[in-house]
């Protein structure tokens, strides 16, 4: 009787309802994945539902030291997500600007110049700096957000007095060449080994004074460093390659500024391998935080000795020698440390230059470590060979779901999110249309949840079925009447059966009841 009186109406409002909840379901499940990387469903139902169902006792002391490994990981995750400054990034004026004055495109995100900008702040400024006008007008010009703004400060700067901050800021903002660069930075030694002599004789008079001479050590370093740089992409090799020596000798205790991985790169285009292998001796160590300069260069120096004469044919036939899988091993490792290198070196995903600041085990570290390190892969016969048929094999060796990692600690969820900010993935042109200049890569690759795909599949069947009762009302009424009919069948069967074997006025008094 009561699916009798039901009009198709009914069915065109019941099957509408179901399809509109079910879309705003599915709207929110993608929004979800799309901000968190996973399905909203999923997470409630194992982190509330599951305990609640008879799920693992959190309290147990094997959850308890599972529970630490799992927060030691992620400490590890979070420092791994650390945005740290690239090594070897380029010059604001005399390489960004330009790439932007020939391409109309800017190389550099707001996020990226923002972090600079602290930087600048962290080490070229201290507390003392409103006791002389120069250095006042200066830890001003750091804070500007225009770039011209931080240029006319600087010249101001440098007409009261030598200033080594301001001749930094206009070698790296101001100056279009790198000779020009140069000279700058040149001026700016002169005057800063100046004030490095006198504050390092008054350290230890004060807590004033000590900052005063961290900060001035943070800019000899800074100009020391940046000297080499024009040295090394004027064609003087030799000279940088001493200066960078001459520098982590002077100052051994600095190693957040990551001098070494200069020195590879410098050493490498000498191709003095000997020495490339010295310093991958001290820094390649199980204690030290590892970069993607680090396990690639430790891979192409063990590719180096076998590549030339290495055939993927002849090794399936005869299997690998002692030190063809040394090799292999090596650029395993490499790429568990950083998966996005490969497709650079290998020039299957297009280079743009790189950020100020890099993402360890992130695209923005790819594209810093191929962007300078390509040509030495290169140079190297059968290397690039090499790493293209060997690079995919590390997938089969980590563990899925990366959970655990095979030498290093899993991959960060994190990485996706940093690089979109440190990268500039997209343009505006004419319009106000969207163009895609860099798509950023992303490691491992996630997969559509369960969820989403079904409210997706219940969203478009119960829209199909309010567009047919609406149009046809008659034939999906009956259709309707069919279904429940036989969905009820089972049951109406069992009921039968159950009447027939219990005696009548049993099955009254349980009607009754």
Not at 295 to 320: H, I, M, N, Q, W
Request: hydrophobic fraction near 40%.
């Amino acid at each position: 009787m009561f699916l009798n009186t039901l009009t198709p109406k009914f069915y065109v409002a019941l099957t509408g309802t179901s399809s509109l909840i079910s879309g705003l379901i599915l709207i929110f499940e993608w929004w979800y994945f799309r901000k968190y990387g996973t399905s909203f469903i999923e997470q409630v139902s194992v982190s509330h539902l599951r305990p609640l169902l008879g799920g693992v006792d959190n309290s147990s002391p094997i959850n308890s030291n599972s529970s630490n490994g799992d927060a030691d990981s992620n400490r590890q995750n979070v420092s791994e997500c650390k945005v740290w400054r690239n090594p070897l990034n380029l010059f604001r004026g005399a390489e960004y600007n330009r790439y932007t004055w020939v391409t109309g495109r800017e190389p550099l995100t707001y996020y990226d110049m923002n972090l600079s900008a602290q930087d600048h702040q962290t080490f070229f400024t201290c507390d003392s700096d409103h006791l002389r006008p120069a250095d006042a007008i200066m830890q001003k010009a750091w804070r500007e957000r225009n770039p011209q703004a931080r240029i006319s400060a600087a010249h101001e700067s440098l007409e009261l007095e030598d200033c080594a901050t301001a001749s930094i800021l206009l070698a790296e903002e101001e100056a279009t060449t790198i000779v020009e660069a140069e000279k700058l930075f040149k001026q700016a030694l002169k005057t800063g080994e100046g004030c490095y002599r006198r504050s390092q004789q008054l350290q230890h008079h004060g807590a004033q004074y000590e900052a005063q001479h961290r900060r001035d050590t943070n800019v000899l370093v800074y100009i020391k460093r940046r000297l080499a740089m024009c040295s090394r992409k004027l064609g003087r090799t030799r000279e940088a390659v001493k200066m960078l020596r001459d520098l982590m000798k002077e100052f051994p205790l600095l190693s957040m500024f990551n001098i070494h991985e200069n020195l590879l790169e410098s050493l490498l285009e000498l191709q003095n391998y000997a020495d490339v292998q010295a310093v991958l001796a001290k820094y390649d160590d199980i204690s030290l935080p590892k970069s993607a300069t680090i396990c690639y260069t430790a891979a192409l120096l063990k590719a180096r000795a076998v590549s030339d004469k290495f055939s993927p044919e002849a090794a399936s036939r005869r299997g690998l020698s002692t030190a063809e899988m040394n090799a292999v091993e090596a650029i395993h490792r490499a790429v568990e440390f950083n998966p996005h290198v490969p497709k650079y070196l290998l020039e299957m995903k297009s280079l743009i230059l790189p950020p100020e600041h890099i993402l360890k085990r992130g695209d923005s570290e790819a594209i810093a470590y191929a962007f300078f390190h390509l040509q030495h892969w290169k140079r190297v016969e059968g290397a690039l060979n090499l790493l293209h048929c060997t690079w995919e094999g590390t997938f089969r060796m980590i563990p899925y779901p990366l959970e655990k990692g095979h030498l290093f600690y899993p991959y960060p969820i994190c990485t996706e999110t940093a690089d979109r900010e440190l990268l500039p993935s997209k343009r505006r042109s004419g319009f106000n249309c969207v163009c895609v200049f860099h798509e950023v890569s992303v490691y491992p690759k996630k997969e559509l949840p369960f969820f989403i795909l079904f409210t997706a599949g219940l969203c478009s069947f119960t829209a199909m079925l309010a567009l047919l009762t609406h149009q046809f009302p008659e034939l999906m009424g009956v259709f309707a009447k069919a279904f429940l009919s036989t969905l009820f069948a089972p049951l109406n069967f069992i009921m039968e059966k159950v009447e027939s074997i219990l005696p009548s006025s049993l099955w009254h008094q349980l009607t009754r009841i």
